[in-house]
Nanobody, 124 residues
Framework: QVQLVESGGGLVQAGGSLRLSCAAS????????MGWFRQAPGKEREFVGG????????YYADSVKGRFTISRDGAESTLYLQMNSLKPEDTAVYYC?????????????????WGQGTQVTVSS
């Protein structure tokens, strides 16, 4: 059974930083394209960034480019999202997602495993 467990969310002031983690189990991590998504109240879930299976290719939504960085630790089967220069509009529930043997994609439809989400709140 595949499980994705996010952690690291919390309350931070604008301009601050947080690092989210996503611990994966039940799948071979090196076969999984991974992604981060977020959903703010009253809004659609949106793509934040993604990592290829090897971790050698990462890509981001324009809204977070230059501020957020994705990395992955294969030995720990963990995906990270380092978030710097946070803004109030980054406030959302952040979700980790995985897709086995898929090409990198910002489309939520590609991902068939999802975590439960972790809340990030940025105060102004």
């Amino acid at each position: 059974q595949v499980q994705l467990v996010e952690s690291g969310g919390g309350l931070v002031q604008a301009g601050g930083s947080l690092r989210l983690s996503c611990a994966a189990s039940g799948l071979a991590f090196d076969t999984a394209t991974m992604g981060w998504f977020r959903q703010a109240p009253g809004k659609e879930r949106e793509f934040v960034g993604g990592s290829s299976r090897s971790g050698g290719y990462t890509y981001y939504a324009d809204s977070v480019k230059g501020r957020f960085t994705i990395s992955r630790d294969g030995a720990e089967s963990t995906l990270y999202l380092q978030m710097n220069s946070l803004k109030p509009e980054d406030t959302a529930v952040y979700y980790c997602a995985a897709a086995r043997w898929a090409s990198s994609s910002p489309s939520a439809n590609v991902y068939n495993f999802w975590g439960q989400g972790t809340q990030v709140t940025v105060s102004s």
